[in-house]
């Protein structure tokens, strides 16, 4: 006879009645809604809410939530800012035993913020939690948000039969924030990656993760999302970098610091960005790094130097630091032959969806689901590949796709066996999309591979429009309809942008056409007369449009110089160089224009003496603003007899004019760099007498301006205050006549300084603020901050020592947050920094010192420059 098995080997066979018990510990009056969501949570998931109030019971409130905690299958912790009620006789509140007797279960923790009202036992409670690794972690700001929170929590727990190793399945997707792209469809089936970045940065205190795979993967939407669900982690924000334009490593701190939204250049840019870091809880997301791996360095000098900083990176190869947490990203996962339910797997749903968007007719059937799995298995469950089969969907039906993809994947074999087989498959997965283009459709998208960054359609009608068949803009919807070019939202007129993958498809089909130089040659020439100022572009508010229309371009503008070089054309270059300046110099992208102008130079040895002088000077000038001072003193020497051999008398004034301010600040150079700037300023006069066009001019006036300003520091130091404003007075009238916010910006802050030496306060402070507001205007912080430090100076002399002191520290909070800018180059910086505010303190009482810094830390720049335009403002 077989043997009888005991009762208590058989399971236990429930009632219908008998659901999962979930219990809900909270304080009752301060979260009544909270306690109503998580309890229409567990409902909605047919769990059964164990609550103190949902019962009638003749018994102690002690013994009726342990009992009811003792019947329990699943905790979950509400708190916000009360402790909860503490029973005569007892050590701690309701709310704390509750907790402590829930050991065992699976605990999910919900706090609310802000609190700023927390009791301090409260306080102590959640600290203790938070160090328990069995419990799941959660901040929430509404009980909307809580209940969203619990039902997906709950839901993956239970999908876990309850084996949890770390805090429940992931949050819902919540709104992107700060500079972080916000995507145009729903990411698909990254749950578990996403939450295993949030372990990695929050529960194991990872600093440094690196999402790898090959191209197509997905890892930058994955990193986007899960930089968007650990938003809240970091007070200080998220940051997008986008290091696609990219090309060389040394120029990845710029492009850091740009995405930061900083404005430095020089040896002062790392610092900088160090600087802004050092104090702050941030993350940064940095995107497509495998192009510049040589910058890995620098990503490990910002992580030792900001204790805070938790760095995200997407990229086909890990980074070989110390520290560094590798979460390889894989394909989405595919039916395997026969299944039953293709639907159910990811890559089908992405496709699914994607033809949705493609033909909004479409629909994913039983008639089609098989060969729907089909592709998605021969095309590896690589997300770009799945979302360019889609978007064919409206012109072939997926049997025909597939027929397609047959014969696509059949050259699998024939792939460069250098490269891994993943980016064998997306290679021919790209052209198999190109060749269901027509043959206007593929000469435009081929062109396209020559931009950088975004680009618009006048441009592309310039550089790409001939022997496309049919209108250019009708081609390129085309384009964008197939998911290959991507349009950027943002402007009144349209942008676009191709994917990095996909540009680097389209640059290699160009480079083996025969159209790779005649299309790069155009777009140097189309950004090159774009880059170029007109005249009422050299002016006033003219200046701010093209300053504003080439940041919009810088990438397209760093392509084409580069092109340029590359293409033995570097005396374009250089023209293009010396038409842009402003724009780099007021911009902050100095860095990014000297690597430029030292390839220039180093091929200026055949260039005729002109163009080897503006070579030489151009170079010596962004060594000036970065800060190099030696550097730039030979190379603007080296250029002045070539200037003379040339007769360019202008050029050769700018050049000496700023060899004297450089010459001032060495020892014993203050003489010489005097009588330099004396000739100069003759030179420049003697110039005025002659015939010249309109640029020239304009750049005659700025020439004159700076000679003016640099030869009145020189006296200023000498205390020739007379002689000083003089100059200083007569530079400003130049630099308004040229309109260039440049010399107009040193002119005033100069004469400000003299007028300040000169005692006349009240017409110092007048000039300040119009340079502070001029500053503004342009949106050049920087510059900004050190005519609000002026105006500090001003207020202390003043005797208003809690004005100086919010002024202060509102530049230093500019200064800061984007950079040291150009200003610090060209002028003699007011007083500044912690021995100026120490000595404020000593004349404040310390409720007024802390509240005058509070103050300054709270402006914006408009609110920083209303308070110091009014004089009668007290903080």
Same mark, same amino acid.
């Given at each position: ?275 802004? &870091?050092? /104090?702050? @809880? ?6 497509? #790094? =495998?192009?510049?791996?040589?910058? $890995?360095? *620098? %990503? +490990? ?48 749903? &992405?496709? /699914?969806? @994607? ?6 007719? #479409? =629909?994913?059937?039983?008639?089609? $689901?098989? *060969? %729907? +799995? ?52 997306? @290679? ?189 000077s151009g170079a010596g000038f962004v060594r000036f603003v970065g800060g190099d001072q030696a550097q730039a003193l030979r190379l603007l020497k080296r250029s002045l007899p070539l200037y003379q051999q040339a007769g360019d008398r202008l050029r050769l004034g700018l050049t000496a004019a700023a060899l004297g301010h450089l010459l001032a600040s060495t020892p014993r150079g203050s003489a010489y760099a005097s009588d330099l700037l004396d000739q100069t300023l003759a030179q420049l006069r003697d110039i005025a007498g002659q015939q010249v066009t309109e640029p020239d001019r304009l750049q005659y006036l700025s020439d004159v301006a700076l000679a003016s300003n640099f030869l009145g520091q020189i006296k200023l130091s000498r205390g020739d205050h007379h002689g000083a404003a003089d100059l200083f007075t007569d530079g400003l009238s130049a630099a308004h006549a040229a309109a260039d916010r440049v010399t107009i910006l040193v002119s005033l802050y100069d004469l400000a300084l003299s007028r300040q030496a000169q005692g006349e306060l009240d017409d110092a402070a007048d000039l300040l603020g119009q340079g502070l507001q001029l500053a503004a205007e342009a949106g050049d912080e920087p510059s900004l901050a050190y005519y609000l430090e002026a105006m500090a100076d001003l207020a202390a002399r003043h005797d208003r020592p809690q004005r100086a002191i919010t002024l202060l520290t509102a530049a230093d909070a500019r200064l800061e947050a984007k950079g040291s800018g150009w200003l610090h180059a060209y002028v003699p910086r007011a007083p500044h920094g912690p021995d100026i505010l120490a000595g404020l303190r000593t004349r404040s009482t310390d409720a007024d010192f802390q509240h005058a810094r509070a103050h300054g830390h709270s402006l914006t720049v408009p609110g920083a420059v209303r308070y110091a335009l009014n ?5």
């Amino acid at each position: 006879m077989p043997a009888t098995a005991s009762p208590a080997a058989d399971p236990a066979i429930r009632t219908p009645d008998q659901r999962v018990r979930v219990f809900i510990s909270s304080t009752l009056q301060e979260l009544a809604a909270e306690r109503a969501a998580a309890r229409d949570a567990v409902s909605t998931l047919r769990l059964v809410p164990v609550m103190f109030e949902l019962g009638a019971r003749p018994h102690p409130p002690r013994q009726v939530y342990r009992a009811y905690l003792a019947q329990s299958q699943i905790f979950i912790g509400i708190y916000w800012q009360s402790y909860g009620w503490v029973a005569p006789g007892e050590q701690a509140s309701g709310l704390e035993d509750e907790y402590r007797l829930s050991a065992g279960l699976p605990r999910l923790i919900y706090v609310k913020s802000p609190a700023p009202g927390r009791e301090p036992r409260l306080t102590g409670l959640l600290a203790r939690i938070k160090t328990d690794d069995s419990v799941s972690y959660q901040r929430f700001a509404d009980p909307a948000e809580l209940q969203r929170l619990i039902e997906n929590d709950l839901a993956v727990l239970l999908s876990e039969r309850f084996e949890m190793t770390r805090p429940a399945g992931p949050t819902p997707d919540t709104a992107l924030t700060g500079a972080l792209p916000v995507p145009a469809t729903p990411l698909v089936d990254r749950e578990s990656e996403t939450a295993e970045v949030e372990d990695l940065a929050v529960r194991q205190d990872a600093r440094l993760i690196t999402l790898t795979g090959p191209g197509g993967v997905g890892k930058t939407r994955l990193a986007v999302a899960a930089a968007g669900r650990l938003a809240p982690a970091f007070p200080d924000g998220t940051r997008f970098v986008d290091l696609a334009p990219v090309r060389t490593a040394d120029l990845v701190p710029a492009a850091i610091a740009a995405g930061l939204g900083l404005n430095t250049s020089g040896d002062q840019l790392v610092r900088d960005v160090i600087a802004y &870091l050092r /104090a702050r @809880r941030l993350l940064l997301v940095l995107d497509n #790094f =495998e192009q510049v791996a040589g910058a $890995a360095p *620098v %990503i +490990a000098q910002l992580l030792a130097a900001a204790p805070g900083l938790v760095v995200l990176v997407a990229s086909r190869t890990v980074l070989r630091l110390t520290g560094e947490y590798e979460l390889a990203v894989p394909p989405l996962p595919v039916p395997p032959p026969g299944a039953r339910h293709p639907a159910a797997y990811p890559a089908v749903r &992405l496709f /699914a969806d @994607r033809a949705r968007a493609a033909a909004p007719g #479409f =629909e994913l059937t039983g008639r089609n $689901a098989q *060969v %729907i +799995a089909e592709i998605c298995r021969r095309l590896e469950g690589l997300p770009l590949a799945i979302e360019l089969a889609a978007a064919q969907v409206r012109l072939l039906p997926p049997r025909a796709l597939l027929a397609r993809l047959d014969d696509r994947m059949n050259l699998l074999t024939a792939g460069p066996r250098d490269l891994p087989e993943r980016q064998r498959t997306l @290679r021919n997965t790209l052209d198999w999309s190109y060749g269901l283009l027509s043959a206007g459709q593929q000469a435009l998208f081929t062109r396209l591979g020559v931009f950088a960054g975004t680009f618009g359609l006048p441009a592309v009608t310039a550089i790409c429009g001939d022997d496309v068949h049919g209108p250019v803009m009708g081609t390129l919807s085309s384009l964008v309809d197939s998911s290959l070019v991507r349009v950027e939202p943002g402007e009144d007129e349209p942008r676009f942008s191709l994917l990095d993958t996909i540009r680097e498809y389209a640059a290699e089909r160009l480079r083996d056409s025969a159209d790779w130089r005649v299309v790069h040659d155009r777009h140097a020439a189309y950004f090159a007369a774009l880059g170029k100022p007109t005249e009422a572009e050299l002016r006033g508010t003219g200046q701010l449009a093209w300053l504003n229309r080439l940041e919009t371009r810088r990438d397209n503008l760093s392509v084409a110089l580069s092109w340029l070089v590359s293409s033995d054309q570097a005396g374009k270059a250089l023209d293009l160089v010396w038409a842009t300046w402003r724009f780099w110099w007021l911009h902050g992208h100095v860095e990014e224009l000297a690597r430029h102008v030292d390839q220039i130079l180093a091929s200026s040895g055949s260039m005729a003496p002109h163009q080897r002088a503006l070579a030489l000077s151009g170079a010596g000038f962004v060594r000036f603003v970065g800060g190099d001072q030696a550097q730039a003193l030979r190379l603007l020497k080296r250029s002045l007899p070539l200037y003379q051999q040339a007769g360019d008398r202008l050029r050769l004034g700018l050049t000496a004019a700023a060899l004297g301010h450089l010459l001032a600040s060495t020892p014993r150079g203050s003489a010489y760099a005097s009588d330099l700037l004396d000739q100069t300023l003759a030179q420049l006069r003697d110039i005025a007498g002659q015939q010249v066009t309109e640029p020239d001019r304009l750049q005659y006036l700025s020439d004159v301006a700076l000679a003016s300003n640099f030869l009145g520091q020189i006296k200023l130091s000498r205390g020739d205050h007379h002689g000083a404003a003089d100059l200083f007075t007569d530079g400003l009238s130049a630099a308004h006549a040229a309109a260039d916010r440049v010399t107009i910006l040193v002119s005033l802050y100069d004469l400000a300084l003299s007028r300040q030496a000169q005692g006349e306060l009240d017409d110092a402070a007048d000039l300040l603020g119009q340079g502070l507001q001029l500053a503004a205007e342009a949106g050049d912080e920087p510059s900004l901050a050190y005519y609000l430090e002026a105006m500090a100076d001003l207020a202390a002399r003043h005797d208003r020592p809690q004005r100086a002191i919010t002024l202060l520290t509102a530049a230093d909070a500019r200064l800061e947050a984007k950079g040291s800018g150009w200003l610090h180059a060209y002028v003699p910086r007011a007083p500044h920094g912690p021995d100026i505010l120490a000595g404020l303190r000593t004349r404040s009482t310390d409720a007024d010192f802390q509240h005058a810094r509070a103050h300054g830390h709270s402006l914006t720049v408009p609110g920083a420059v209303r308070y110091a335009l009014n004089q009668q403002e007290q903080t």
